[in-house]
């Protein structure tokens, strides 16, 4: 059960994860007074490219770790490469948007229901210190997108036996 109303805000698959970086304004569409004693800094709505939207809060991404590497995978069915952006900001954020484009309405056309999501989205995920920032990659096939970031090799401790005289 969630304490967060229904509605109010992106969906989070855990509030508790350290690394998810959702930007979420717990005042967004509030009527606050102009002459409260206290500053109101606004997060960059903008920013988050679509917060209040369905398409923003369908979209889950998954991430693992292997040995070798960190994985995230994204379904966006109906978007092509060129819709979606991964890019590596301030050395060690990785983050993930992309827009779906409303369809064209013909003044002719009946809807009798509209169920798919248009609108951006904004996703942003801390990565640890261990990966190679410089070296991700990112892959599109039939609406995944696969996005793979390589991990340093884990440094074995230089051990050296010391010999017990005696």
């Not at 379904?75 to 060129?82: H, N, Q, T, V, Y």
Request: hydrophobic content about 35%; aromatic content about 10%.
């Amino acid at each position: 059960m969630s304490l967060t109303p229904f509605g109010f805000g992106p969906r989070r698959n855990n509030i508790f994860d350290p690394f998810s970086l959702d930007l979420w304004d717990p005042f967004e569409g509030f009527p606050l007074d102009s002459n409260l004693s206290f500053p109101r800094i606004p997060f960059p709505t903008s920013l988050v490219a679509g917060a209040a939207s369905a398409f923003a809060a369908d979209t889950c991404i998954d991430w693992k770790e292997t040995p070798e590497a960190h994985v995230f995978k994204a379904d966006l069915p109906g978007l092509r490469k060129e819709e979606v952006k991964v890019e590596v900001e301030n050395g060690r954020v990785l983050q993930i948007s992309g827009e779906r484009s409303r369809e064209h309405e013909e003044k002719t056309d009946t809807w009798h229901r509209v169920e798919r999501s248009s609108g951006r989205f904004l996703r942003r995920f801390r990565l640890p210190e261990s990966a190679k920032v410089e070296q991700v990659k990112a892959a599109m096939e039939d609406g995944a997108l696969t996005v793979t970031v390589p991990k340093e090799g884990v440094k074995k401790p230089n051990v050296k036996s010391v010999e017990i005289s005696g």
